[in-house]
Nanobody, 124 residues
Framework: QVLLAESGGDSVQAGGSLSLSCTAS????????MAWFRQSQGKEREGVAS???????NYADSVKGRFTLSRDNDKKILYLQMKGLKAEDTATYYC??????????????????WGQGTQVTVSS
């Protein structure tokens, strides 16, 4: 069974920093895709940052230059370093994983595993 556990969410002042972690456990196939999504109240879930099977990292325009995605493959941990936080970054942040024994190269990522989320609140 694959489990994703997020941590690091907190309440901070605007301009502050936070670092989120997502620890994956269970049978994880490589290469895989991992990503951070977020959802704020009344809004649809949106992608924040992702790393695909070719280790290419992408960011949402709204977080470029402020957020940094990284991962420790040995420890199966995905990180999201967030700086210059804004009130609009307030949301529940979810970790997601696309991992399986089979995939079609170039087919993109289909996230089938999700964590429970960690709350980030930024006050202005």
């Amino acid at each position: 069974q694959v489990l994703l556990a997020e941590s690091g969410g907190d309440s901070v002042q605007a301009g502050g920093s936070l670092s989120l972690s997502c620890t994956a456990s269970g049978k994880i196939y490589s290469p895989n895709c991992m990503a951070w999504f977020r959802q704020s109240q009344g809004k649809e879930r949106e992608g924040v940052a992702s790393i695909d099977r070719n280790a290419i990292i992408n960011y949402a325009d709204s977080v470029k230059g402020r957020f940094t995605l990284s991962r420790d493959n040995d420890k199966k941990i995905l990180y999201l370093q967030m700086k210059g936080l804004k009130a609009e970054d307030t949301a529940t942040y979810y970790c997601a994983l696309d991992s399986g024994p089979w995939y079609t190269p170039g087919s993109g990522c289909n996230y089938t595993y999700w964590g429970q989320g960690t709350q980030v609140t930024v006050s202005s």
